[in-house]
Structure formats: structure tokens, C-alpha cells
């Protein structure tokens, strides 16, 4: 069973990972779901995981499959990604490449193959105790710029502080991971298009 702190985290990181879908899909092009598109390309940002006091979520891309020629130029390509994304800070724990069959109308499959990279932060790594202090004597002293918003699951300025930035941190995570993976992808495509 999830703790306390768990389920709070789990709240909030939603939230955070809720708003950067939205900023992406206002940057980008807007697709059904938690889904956006840019250069053709599909991208997904799951929604969080509470798993063995961990957070973790999931972001995708679809592969260009009809600018790639063979089943080997698709397996260089995901190596390509896999390359890419490996060498930034905060590697993924998992980078897979998985086919969908998608059936939107029962009447035609659709098969698309994507890159799909899993992410995993321990829950105490989503908040800095010396940030929450830091802010906390801002707000005693009225002299802070952040707005906290006041959430009735947490009893004290500190624990507003706390899950304030469990939803901030998450979602600069995921930002960082995502424009990674679409830097990712535009590097490879170009290699293929040369």
C-alpha cells in the first residue's frame, strides 16, 4: 500500500506532468489524449506511476517509418535515439522500442512502431529541503515572488512549499526529457535524409 506521502506526491506530480502536456500541445501541433505532434512526429507523455516509492512516467515518440526504408534502417534509427538520449544527464531506466496496432474505427489496424523511454525518480528527489526552507522564510517575511497555492492535503506552509515543488520539479523533468527526445529525432531524421 502507497504511503501518505506517496499518494501526495503522486497528486501532484500529475498535475505538473497535466500542465506540461498542455504547454507542449500549445507549442506544438494538438493531438487526441496526452499526445501533440511535431515535424510528423507523434510524441506522449504518460501519466505518473507510484512504484516502490518511486515516480514514474513514460514519454514516446513515434518512428518516421515511411522516411525509413528497411527493418535495418529502423533498428539504426532506434540505436540513434538510444545514443542520443544516453548521453544527457538523467538517462532513462529503460529506452524500448515498441509496435502499436491501432484500431480507431474497428475497421483498418494501424501499426506504428515507437520509441518509448521510462524515467524513475526517487520521491525524495523531487523536492530540495533547502529550497522548501529558503521559500518558507520568503514567506514569512513576505517577501516572496512564488505563488503557493494552498492545498487542503497539506497541514503547513512547509507541506504547500513541498508539494508546490513536486509539481514544478516534475514537470521541468519532463520538459528537459522530451525536448531531448525531440532533438533526438531531429538529428537522426537528418542523418537519414543525407
Same mark, same amino acid.
Given at each position: 500500500?502507497?504511503?501518505?506521502?506517496?499518494?501526495? /506526491?503522486?497528486? +501532484?506530480?500529475? *498535475?505538473?506532468?497535466?500542465?506540461? =502536456? !498542455?504547454?507542449?500541445?500549445?507549442?506544438? #501541433?494538438?493531438?487526441?489524449?496526452?499526445?501533440?505532434? +511535431? @515535424?510528423?512526429?507523434?510524441?506522449?507523455?504518460?501519466?505518473?506511476?507510484?512504484?516502490?516509492?518511486?515516480?514514474? /512516467?513514460?514519454?514516446?515518440?513515434?518512428?518516421?517509418?515511411?522516411?525509413?526504408?528497411?527493418s535495418?534502417?529502423?533498428? !539504426?534509427?532506434? $540505436?540513434?535515439?538510444?545514443?542520443?538520449?544516453?548521453?544527457?544527464?538523467?538517462?532513462?531506466? !529503460?529506452?524500448?522500442?515498441?509496435?502499436?496496432?491501432?484500431? !480507431?474505427?474497428? *475497421?483498418?489496424?494501424? *501499426?506504428?512502431?515507437y520509441?518509448?523511454?521510462?524515467?524513475?525518480?526517487?520521491?525524495?528527489?523531487?523536492? @530540495? *529541503?533547502?529550497?522548501?526552507?529558503?521559500?518558507?522564510?520568503?514567506?514569512?517575511?513576505? @517577501?516572496?515572488?512564488?505563488?503557493?497555492?494552498?492545498?487542503?492535503?497539506?497541514? #503547513?506552509? $512547509?507541506?504547500?512549499i =513541498?508539494?508546490?515543488?513536486?509539481e514544478?520539479?516534475? $514537470?521541468?523533468?519532463?520538459?528537459? +526529457?522530451?525536448? @531531448?527526445?525531440i532533438?533526438?529525432?531531429?538529428?537522426?531524421r537528418?542523418?537519414?535524409?543525407?
Amino acid at each position: 500500500m502507497a504511503s501518505m506521502k506517496g499518494l501526495l /506526491f503522486s497528486q +501532484h506530480a500529475s *498535475e505538473g506532468l497535466n500542465k506540461l =502536456v !498542455s504547454e507542449m500541445q500549445k507549442t506544438y #501541433t494538438l493531438k487526441k489524449g496526452r499526445r501533440f505532434n +511535431h @515535424s510528423k512526429i507523434t510524441y506522449e507523455i504518460s501519466r505518473p506511476i507510484l512504484r516502490d516509492d518511486m515516480m514514474e /512516467f513514460e514519454i514516446s515518440s513515434k518512428i518516421p517509418e515511411d522516411e525509413i526504408k528497411d527493418s535495418k534502417q529502423m533498428q !539504426s534509427y532506434f $540505436q540513434g535515439i538510444k545514443k542520443n538520449i544516453s548521453v544527457k544527464n538523467n538517462n532513462p531506466v !529503460s529506452v524500448e522500442m515498441e509496435n502499436i496496432v491501432w484500431d !480507431s474505427k474497428k *475497421e483498418t489496424e494501424k *501499426e506504428r512502431d515507437y520509441v518509448k523511454l521510462l524515467y524513475r525518480y526517487p520521491l525524495d528527489a523531487l523536492f @530540495s *529541503e533547502q529550497e522548501v526552507s529558503k521559500e518558507y522564510e520568503k514567506k514569512v517575511a513576505n @517577501s516572496s515572488k512564488k505563488k503557493i497555492p494552498e492545498t487542503p492535503q497539506a497541514y #503547513t506552509a $512547509q507541506g504547500n512549499i =513541498v508539494l508546490a515543488c513536486v509539481e514544478e520539479t516534475i $514537470q521541468d523533468l519532463g520538459r528537459k +526529457h522530451i525536448e @531531448s527526445l525531440i532533438k533526438a529525432n531531429d538529428k537522426i531524421r537528418s542523418n537519414i535524409k543525407k
